[in-house]
């Protein structure tokens, strides 16, 4: 703080108060902060519907199933939850640069990602699908020699390129971009859960899929910084979560919810 500010904030003036008593952190990442000042941030990638996804009907507001559970930790935890939207390949530099206080993104813990974050217990498992328009495309072998997509950063991108032989892997920083450029043929198909395929299946009678068989089950868990204590307190609130039954509940009423809302 300069000297002639710090001066002004000494006076008392009315018009500086607030910006002499605000912290830095306010509005940010905050939970390294001041004890006081309760608000925990959460990065996520909303292009995930039902785990997370923009409510268009409703003022653009960031819902859905990691959204629910997050609020309900963080409330649990006594933090107000603020939610900063950005690209799922963004989300663990962003909370290792501190400008989120934790991730849920329906992000898989895998051995790689473990090295640059802890995470929580896995909250909910799903699996793999290959999606594609029409139906020339059966297994895995007739990628051959087509162009897939996948979500940048993800792990159906490591997938794709250990599983497809001989298929151009098309990199996307968002799923729905995905999904248009396979209904318009841009591209051949894509590697996606079978949760988030629902909603494109259920609205699109011209695509179709199949599931990679020997494919390891993928589970969402919620990622911390590396021994950030934050993680322990919301492991401990999410499992009373799991214990009491409330994330079925939520699992039910996202996942087995009939009506998606369109893009
Ligand atoms: N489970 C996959 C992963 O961890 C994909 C998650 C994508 N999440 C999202 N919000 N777009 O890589």
Do not use: H
Not at 8 to 25: E, P, Q, R
Not at 211 to 220: F, N, P, Q, R, T
């Amino acid at each position: 703080m300069k000297k002639g500010f710090l001066a002004l904030c000494i006076a008392g003036l009315a018009a500086f108060s607030a910006a002499c008593g605000a912290d830095v952190n306010e509005g940010g990442s905050s939970s390294s902060g001041s004890e006081d000042d309760k608000v925990i941030v959460m990065g996520t990638s909303a292009d995930y519907f039902p785990y997370e996804f923009v409510d268009t009907a409703n003022g653009d507001e960031i819902v859905g199933f990691d959204i629910d559970i997050a609020k309900q930790v963080a409330e649990n935890m006594g933090y107000e939850l603020k939610i900063e939207d950005m690209d799922f390949g963004s989300l663990l530099g962003a909370l290792n640069a501190g400008r989120v206080d934790f991730v849920m993104a329906g992000m898989t813990p895998t051995e790689e990602r473990k090295e640059n974050a802890d995470f929580s217990d896995i909250y909910f498992t799903a699996k793999n699908l290959i999606l594609s328009k029409g139906d020339a495309i059966q297994s895995l072998e007739d990628l051959n020699g087509k162009q897939v997509g996948v979500q940048l950063g993800s792990i159906q991108e490591g997938i794709a390129k250990d599983q497809i032989d001989g298929a151009e892997i098309v990199a996307l920083n968002k799923i729905p971009e995905i999904i248009q450029e396979i209904k318009t043929g841009r591209i051949d198909a894509m590697v996606i859960e079978d949760t988030v395929a629902k909603k494109y299946l259920d609205q699109d009678s011209e695509l179709s899929t199949f599931e990679i068989v020997d494919e390891e089950e993928a589970g969402s868990a919620a990622a911390f910084r590396k021994d950030d204590e934050l993680r322990n307190q919301f492991n401990e609130e999410l499992n009373k979560l799991i214990e009491s039954g409330e994330i079925e509940k939520l699992a039910q009423k996202w996942f087995e919810e009939e009506a998606a809302p369109a893009e």
